[in-house]
């Protein structure tokens, strides 16, 4: 773990990205304690204001406080990032681990599944399942994990089906290892490692599939200040004011590209192919 | 004989010709003076243009082009003024006479109108065709009893009881516009939802959806032509969009949503920004037959919990004025002392509590994907939660917003921002509200018999101070219900390009296109 830290905070993109990375999960931990207002409270006469010593990054259409909506706007973004590919990555390594074990029929129907799901496109899929169901924060976060399942379910089972027949698991079955303990203690710690690394790269992407259901009004319900909504809001007052579309771009910005160098440099770091030192 | 062409000759010919050609290329100069085509961007989609049965101005704009009513609107005004009728004579309280012009040809070979197609037009609005849903327009020519065809090209409209609003509300504007009885026999109702067989200036080219509307000059338009050759309509939803495709001169003419919209617009070189007062009406309503909104205590503590001041200068820059009756100033039977409700956080929370509601509620307000709605949604949001109401917001795009009132999901709608276009006689705003129109744009769900009582007899009355003391009457009803918080009149704001001299009624929503000039 340290050592692949290290290898990441060794490469120029790696120390950027782990910097915005920490940056952004700090803010929100500490958004309660760093926020200087209710991200939600209005105050009509104070809108459109440009950045203040009392709002920093100015405030909205309703006066609220950019700033401090950004803060709880953290919050959503990664709560939906990583709620979403923790469901993904539990039900991807259990389908694929399950499709290599399976007769071939079996696996054949969840490889057509996967293929099924792969062929919407997840911001396509997403809409017209909240037009069925309505906006929510829940419904966002089954839809993306259901759009993720595939991803992760084939690098398990391609993971498993190299892994099943290799000499230690062999020798592990001769001393009379049961299928489970094969799965549990060889199998899942060795598919795990690429999946860890895809799931880090699949945060920007689930970031940028909330923002822009927000974006679009179907995502996460107001007066909840998802960055998709901040932006939304920055675009139709343009003309009023430049600092919502700035900041809450910037917001998203930073988020995706500190995640997607953060997690080039991961994938870089534990690909023992790609790396230099012994 | 040898016949010498000079230079100077030549150039007297040439003059003469062109002098002595000039009044057959007289049209065609016109048009080519004025360009080729103005683009007018409209806030949705067609949706029915069907003239009973249309949704609102983006069709009956359409149908105000490309019909002929007996009479129409003059320009800019709510003069009437004969349009495919040579003659219109109200014998008496119930009669009106009418010879139509002869000639009038409908469009794509539907034949001449004739008296018939009038009497078709007319009666259908009452007496819908098998497997025809009601008219929803139905109210507009509630009066009519049955037209009498005289001849050809004359005949008489007998009603059942005088009927003032008649030639404002019916036989002038959308409702009055005739259609060809073959076309709808031939193609059928349901087809005529997309299709205009019409005898207006304009003809329907093109219908590409959600994508634009092509209105062509008609050729065999039996009157003056169009100054412009070709006016196409583009849906764009989204107001910052429409102002990008103004800039980008995509678009030549839009209304605007805000007065900020109009102040960064006004900046643009060679564009007009106009600025006309409004009779419109946005307002919360609540479905009284949905619980617990059917409890007249919680209405009246919604109602006493809201800050309509602070709603419009969030939404609309505090540059609109407060409504506080359905009527708006200038319009016969506009209630002046209306009262003005304001806010009271803690009458709100007794009635709340005396409702039973004393720990909190939780309530959905439905509005349209408009910023300006959107803010007062959540202005509302903020001020309901003051007295322990959670508010859920529900934006919905154009298409789905506006059947929210029908069937299932009229029953289950809760709280709602909505906005009608008002017309120049208070029938037509007072009809919507009416029992009959439950299900339909009735989406508060009130029903009273006195209301629906004195509706019909304000709709049937001359007297002009009869009326106007009906229709306060009706607006102390609508009150007492609670079930109605009035925001705003609006105003109307419109940018244009300085080259172009658009036509627009009085009610703002209403433009005529046949009537766009060269400024």
Not at chain 1, 105 to 132: K, N, T
Not at chain 1, 233 to 261: C, E, K, N, P, R
Not at chain 2, 127 to 156: C, F, I, K, M, Q
Request: hydrophobic share 45%; glycine share 8%.
């Amino acid at each position: 773990m340290t050592a692949t830290l290290a290898r990441i905070w060794g490469s120029g993109t790696g120390r950027l990205g782990l910097v915005l990375v920490v940056l952004v999960v700090l803010g929100a931990l500490l958004a309660p304690l760093i926020a200087p207002h209710d991200p939600n409270q209005i105050a009509v006469m104070n809108r459109f204001s440009g950045p203040t010593l009392q709002n920093p990054l100015g405030t909205d259409q309703l006066g609220r406080d950019i700033f401090s909506r950004l803060l709880y706007g953290t919050r959503i973004a990664l709560g939906v990032s990583i709620l979403s590919i923790l469901i993904a990555f539990v039900a991807g390594l259990l389908l694929g681990i399950a499709a290599a074990y399976l007769p071939p029929r079996l696996e054949r129907v969840i490889l057509i599944i996967f293929d099924i799901i792969s062929s919407f496109p997840s911001l396509v899929l997403a809409l017209a399942v909240v037009a069925l169901l309505g906006p929510g924060l829940w419904k966002i976060i089954l839809i993306v994990s259901v759009t993720l399942v595939p991803h992760f379910g084939r690098v398990a089972r391609a993971q498993t089906l190299a892994l099943k027949n290799s000499p230690f698991l062999e020798a592990e079955r001769v001393l009379g290892a049961s299928p489970a303990r094969l799965v549990l203690v060889h199998i899942v710690p060795n598919v795990s490692g690429p999946l860890v690394v895809l799931a880090s790269m699949d945060i920007p992407v689930v970031i940028a599939i909330e923002a822009g259901l927000s974006f679009l009004g179907v995502g996460v319900p107001p007066p909840s200040p998802s960055w998709g909504t901040l932006l939304n809001d920055g675009y139709a007052y343009l003309d009023q004011s430049i600092w919502m579309a700035v900041f809450a771009g910037l917001a998203l910005t930073i988020a995706t590209l500190g995640f997607t160098l953060f997690g080039e440099a991961l994938r870089d770091a534990v690909d023992p192919k790609l790396r230099t030192e012994p | 004989m040898k016949t010498l062409i000079s230079r100077r000759r030549l150039l007297q010919g040439g003059a003469a010709l062109g002098l002595a050609g000039l009044p057959f290329a007289a049209p065609e100069f016109a048009f080519a003076q004025a360009g080729s085509s103005v683009t007018v961007r409209v806030d949705r989609d067609l949706q029915n243009l069907d003239p009973a049965r249309r949704i609102g101005s983006v069709e009956g704009n359409i149908l105000r082009a490309t019909m002929r009513r007996l009479t129409q609107f003059a320009p800019n005004s709510f003069e009437v003024i004969n349009d495919a009728a040579e003659s219109m004579e109200q014998i008496d309280e119930t009669t009106i006479e009418f010879t139509l012009k002869p000639g009038i040809m409908f469009h794509q070979g539907y034949g001449e109108m004739t008296a018939e197609d009038v009497k078709f037009s007319f009666e259908r609005f009452n007496n819908p065709a098998e497997g025809e849903d009601p008219a929803t327009y139905a109210a507009d020519w509630s009066a009519l009893e049955r037209v009498e065809v005289t001849g050809t090209h004359s005949g008489r409209l007998i009603l059942k009881n005088p009927a003032p609003a008649l030639w404002l509300i019916a036989l002038s504007d959308i409702s009055g516009c005739i259609v060809s009885k073959r076309a709808f026999e031939e193609l059928g109702s349901e087809r005529m939802k997309t299709t205009v067989i019409g005898a207006g200036p304009y003809e329907m080219t093109n219908w590409a959806p959600n994508s634009s509307i092509t209105l062509a000059a008609n050729p065999d338009y039996l009157g003056d032509p169009p100054m412009f050759p070709e006016i196409v309509l583009l849906p764009i939803q989204e107001p910052q969009t429409a102002q990008l495709a103004f800039r980008s001169n995509e678009v030549h003419f839009t209304k605007l949503d805000s007065p900020s919209a109009a102040a960064a617009l006004q900046r643009e070189p060679g564009t007009e920004i106009i600025n006309r007062d409004s009779i419109n009406y946005v307002w919360i309503g609540m479905n009284v037959q949905k619980a617990p909104l059917d409890d007249l205590r919680v209405r009246q503590a919604i109602r006493l919990a809201l800050d309509v001041d602070e709603i419009l200068l969030a939404a609309w820059d505090g540059a609109v004025g407060r409504a506080h009756a359905l009527m708006a100033p200038g319009l016969l039977g506009h209630w002046q002392d209306a009262p003005v409700h304001a806010q009271d956080l803690d009458a709100a929370r007794a009635l709340l509590a005396e409702a039973g509601h004393g720990s909190g509620l939780n309530l959905r307000l439905t509005l349209l994907n408009r910023p300006a709605y959107q803010t007062a949604g959540l202005v509302a949001q903020a001020q309901l939660a003051q007295v322990g109401i959670n508010l859920e917001l529900e934006v919905l795009d154009g298409g789905t917003y506006w059947s929210m009132g029908e069937g299932e999901a009229g029953e289950n709608l809760e709280l709602s921002i909505q906005r009608f276009g008002g017309k120049a006689d208070p029938s037509f705003q007072t009809q919507w509200f009416v029992t009959g129109q439950i299900g339909s744009w009735n989406w508060q769900r009130w029903s009273s018999e006195e209301f629906d009582q004195m509706n019909a007899v304000a709709d049937s009355t001359v007297d002009e101070a009869v009326r106007a003391e009906t229709y306060i009457r009706m607006q102390e009803l609508m009150d007492e219900s609670s079930a109605y918080i009035w925001l705003t009149h609006e105003v109307n704001l419109f940018a244009v390009k300085d080259w172009l001299e658009p036509a627009i009624l009085p009610n703002g929503d209403d433009w005529q296109y046949a009537h766009f000039a060269p400024a």
